[in-house]
């Protein structure tokens, strides 16, 4: 059993894949040109954006954005604290300051209540504070209306780390057309994966989307000729040729992943009291780019040993939040500093997820849960 299957994903598309990939060998063009430029058009249709720009990845996609919105060193951006280590990691390569909001525990997204409390005792004291970045966390989007409205009030961008919530649906609106900005991965186990990294950001700021395609040619405005210092952030032609392939299955692998999640949720439901599978708020999807149940901690450990001892692989996303990872220390946080992502660092377990997963698979990992349950509070 595979925690991500790309492979079956691959057997199912290998005649449109292999010929788009042959198409970008005989074009003789590997970087930007054509392919990217389609793929660019149509994801930013989809999401409702002005334009989309092809990046080499999610990581280098907000790093872009976070240059493109002239984040200086000594600026603070507010994130949250429980997510993957590249959110921060970009504002800090700026030089400027993540601070961290504590999570809603139900969503693990970034509590509302706490990013205005911050916001208003940052503004107090002076801060150079600029802007926030949510991230969708497992795919699905944080409270972005509310998010908005205080970015708005307080004159801060909004930048949607949307690299795990392309195709979520909030109020309406999409994943990635939120704020001044969105940024996804094609990293190949995100929904919309690649066969290498890739990304994208989505904005309708013209002024912003044309700073984003100079900054990622090396600050170019035409050949030789650099307005800004940028970066080498292209996207290569062959990952667009086969996102291009894969887009047009990608709405029906959504619902077959909010059928699988549904069935797990349903069997969890039915077997497992002690297991909390993830909540969804009813004014928006998920594109469970993971599913991640919450266990009691001190079942946790022993129960990704025995289902992999059953053959059954699991992730944890995060065992530690970003204050507690050695590379934050110089920010001062301790443990303590945000108890919500603490305890969800100790509780939460992802299960195989992805669009080829079998419902008597599916069966058989929750009651491998339930044996692994009864063995280890016994024990
Ligand atoms: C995957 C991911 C990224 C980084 O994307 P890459 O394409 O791997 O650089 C950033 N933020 C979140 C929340 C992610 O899950």
């Known amino acids: ?39 660019e058009a149509s994801l930013a249709e989809y999401v409702g954006a002005e334009r989309g720009i092809g990046v080499s990845s999610g990581t280098d996609g907000l790093l872009l954005a976070l240059m493109a919105l002239d984040v200086l060193p000594g600026d603070e951006i507010i994130t949250t604290p429980f997510t993957f280590i590249a959110t921060a990691e970009a504002i800090a390569l700026l030089g400027a300051r993540p601070v961290f909001v504590d999570i ?41 209306d509310e998010i908005e409205r205080i970015a708005g009030e307080w004159g801060l961008f909004v930048l949607e780390d949307a690299c795990q919530s392309f195709g979520a649906v909030y109020r309406g609106r999409r994943s990635c057309a939120f704020g001044s900005a969105g940024v996804t991965s094609f990293f190949p186990s995100k929904p919309l994966g690649g066969y290498g990294d890739g990304g994208m950001v989505f904005t309708s700021d013209a002024r912003m989307a044309d700073r984003i395609c100079s900054l990622r040619v090396h600050g170019q405005v035409a050949q030789y000729s650099h307005r800004w210092i ?53 004014d928006r999807s998920c594109v469970f780019a993971q599913y991640t149940v919450r266990v009691p901690a001190d079942l946790r450990e022993g129960m990704v040993d025995f289902l992999k001892e059953r053959g059954i692989p699991t992730a944890v996303h995060y065992p530690a939040p ?26 939460v377990l992802s299960l195989p997820m992805h669009p080829f997963l079998e419902p008597p698979d599916q069966e058989r990992i929750v009651e491998t849960m339930k044996e692994a349950v009864e063995t280890l509070v016994v024990r």
């Open 1 to 39: 059993m595979k925690f991500i299957d790309v492979s079956s994903q691959y057997q199912a598309y290998k005649k449109e894949i292999d010929l788009a990939v042959h198409r970008v060998l005989d074009s003789g063009q590997f970087i930007l040109g054509q392919e990217v430029v389609e793929l």
């Open 104 to 144: 809603d525990p139900v969503t693990c997204n970034m509590d509302v209540g706490l990013l205005e409390e911050t916001v208003r005792a940052l503004r107090a004291a002076g801060s150079r504070l600029r802007g926030v970045i949510p991230v969708g966390l497992y795919g699905q989007c944080a409270d972005m």
């Open 230 to 282: 940028g970066v080498n952030g292209r996207l290569d032609a062959i990952q667009a040729a086969v996102l291009r392939a894969k887009f047009p299955h990608f709405p029906e692998e959504l619902l077959r992943r909010e059928r699988a999640a549904g069935i797990y949720t349903e069997r969890i439901r039915a077997r497992l009291p002690e297991v909390a599978p993830p909540a969804v708020r009813e």
């Open 322 to 347: 970003l204050h507690l990872q050695q590379a934050f220390t110089f920010l001062g946080y301790g443990p303590g500093a945000f108890p919500r992502a603490e305890q969800a660092s100790l509780e």
